[in-house]
């Protein structure tokens, strides 16, 4: 019988092949897969890394009975953490920016986590950093951890090498603590250098939960440039218009992160005659009800 935990990964790969009809390019030999990372135990694609970190820092002897974990959060890492620190009996604080959806702080609460809110991201991370330096408390650190990306090496980027039976030729991801991306881009590229690393970000002026442009004191430390071979900036408006497309067209309902990374991956495949271009479903819509992306 499995655990919760033996349900982290292996997520279902899609066509989205309703978003890419083009009847006046017949000639066209693309597919657009979505790889639906709300199919994890916990919701979204966060589980692999909460589960690798927190499993990583207790081989490691880091997180001794006893000790409480901290992590600044803008959501979903947060639930995943919630939810597998209580599968180990470890408490957890999170501090999240206080316009984060209410749906993720019950989520988070529903798991036994103390949430802490603060003004912005920036800010919980800063609170987050002296809770730790006051005593008590260990930080997993998810913008430097390297057990962060890891979890995509090693469990990511083999399940769409495979699932592709490597036919992929584009990988897209929204850019946050830059985890997915290195992960995913460091396996793949191992297995075929001409796959093509695509990242989403933000347009200036756009608020696009799970997407950010980080000010360079906050860029996270396992983020390499080289890693990515190129950036499509995303406004929050075709963010939020390809979210809806998604669950409108395709019956995928998810967060409004994705929908900026399936248009930025349908920028691309304007440009292409042939290729298999997959992207990250981060996550769940339903934890964005009440934030007004589908009303």
Not at 58 to 71: A, N, S
Not at 112 to 119: Q, S
Request: include cysteine; hydrophobic fraction near 40%; aromatic fraction near 6%.
């Amino acid at each position: 019988m499995a655990s919760l935990l033996d349900l982290v990964g292996n997520t279902p790969l899609v066509e989205l092949n309703r978003l890419t009809a083009t009847p006046a390019r017949p000639h066209r030999h693309v597919r657009l897969l979505g790889k639906l990372e709300g199919h994890n135990p916990g919701g979204s694609v966060k589980d692999r890394a909460a589960y690798s970190m927190i499993k990583g820092a207790i081989d490691r002897g880091e997180l001794k009975p006893g000790t409480r974990l901290i992590e600044a959060t803008s959501g979903n890492t947060g639930i995943a953490l919630a939810m597998i620190a209580r599968l180990f009996d470890v408490e957890i604080e999170l501090a999240m920016p206080k316009n984060s959806t209410r749906e993720r702080v019950l989520t988070m609460e529903a798991f036994g986590a103390t949430v802490t809110l603060t003004e912005t991201i920036e800010s919980a991370r800063d609170y987050a950093e002296e809770q730790v330096q006051k005593g008590g408390f260990l930080m997993l650190n998810q913008f430097a951890n390297p057990d962060n990306y890891l979890a995509h090496y090693r469990t990511t980027g083999p399940e769409i090498w495979r699932d592709t039976n490597g036919e992929v030729t584009h990988f897209v991801s929204s850019m946050g603590t830059t985890g997915t991306i290195m992960g995913t881009s460091r396996y793949l590229k191992e297995q075929n250098p001409a796959i093509q690393i695509v990242g989403c970000q933000p347009t200036d002026g756009s608020s696009i939960p799970g997407i950010r442009k980080w000010p360079v004191e906050y860029l996270p430390q396992i983020f390499e440039p080289q890693r990515v071979d190129r950036i499509i900036e995303v406004s929050e408006a075709d963010a939020v218009a390809t979210t809806r497309r998604l669950a409108q067209e395709e019956g995928v309902f998810a967060g409004m992160s994705s929908g900026g990374a399936v248009w930025a991956a349908l920028q691309l495949l304007e440009e292409l005659d042939h290729g298999t271009v997959v992207c990250i479903i981060c996550d769940r819509g339903d934890r964005y009800l009440s934030s007004g992306l589908f009303g």
